[in-house]
Each structure stands twice: as C-alpha cells, then as structure tokens.
C-alpha cells in the first residue's frame, strides 16, 4: 500500500509518501523525525482535534466556543459533533473548564476556549427581560 500525504506537523508542508511494505512502514519525503512519525500515524490511526462551538445562555454571545483538550480518532468526529449539537451551557464559563468530560470514552475533555461572563446580575435578568 504506498499513500502520499502532505505534513501537517509544522509549515513546511513536506510532500510525503508513505509505504507499507511487509508491515513495516517507510516514509519519504520528510524532513524530520516528527514528520515521519505523523505519516505513519496518519495511515494507521488517524487523529483530529476538533475546534467548534456549543449554544450559549445568559451572555452577550450565543455560542461558546470549545475544543478537545486532545486529539481523538478520526472515525469519531462526526459522532462527537453531534454530541455537541445537543449541549446547552449557561454562562458564566471560564477558559479550560470542561464542558463534556471523556468524550465517548476517548480519555478527551471538550474544554472552552473563552471567558464569557453572565449578560446580567441575577436581580437584574427580570428587568432585562422585560426590555428585551
């Protein structure tokens, strides 16, 4: 099985093929050590992480925006995606907390990326309510 990738490990960017050859993997084109290590990963076990968002009550913006802390198997993006869909948070939230712990069982948090405070105090949520 011989598959050319591009690295994506650093900017560079090396064009690489990788075989396999009797079980054994040989990559060429790379120009470092970690290069090879992502290409055969690559073809064995692909990983991604995910960056994306969750809906967002109580603040100024409705989205909060999450990654893994992590990468995980590329065959479980989708499915975590979907996950994601569904969840709700309510501010305020903090930069690293976890909003899905073990994702899947992947040993992966979803963390937030940013700080969001609550739009209000709450003796003013009635009041802005009525405004709004």
């Known amino acids: 099985m011989k598959r050319e990738i591009t690295c994506i490990v650093c900017p560079k960017g090396c064009q690489m093929i990788v075989n396999n050859i009797d079980g054994q993997y040989i990559v060429e084109g790379n120009s470092c050590i970690r290069g ?5 990963d690559e073809v064995t076990n692909p ?3 995910i960056t994306s968002t969750v809906r967002l009550e109580e603040a100024y913006l409705n989205m909060l925006p999450i990654k893994t802390s992590s990468s995980v198997q590329k065959n479980l993006v989708f499915e975590i995606m979907n996950i994601l869909s569904t969840i709700k948070i309510t501010a305020p939230v903090k930069v690293g907390d976890i909003i899905v712990k073990n994702v899947l069982n992947t040993g992966v948090d979803i963390v937030s990326t940013k700080t969001i405070d609550n739009i209000c105090e709450p003796y003013e949520k009635e009041e802005l309510r009525k405004i709004l």
């Open 47 to 49: 990983k991604r992480m």
């Open 36 to 40: 090879a290590k992502y290409g055969v």
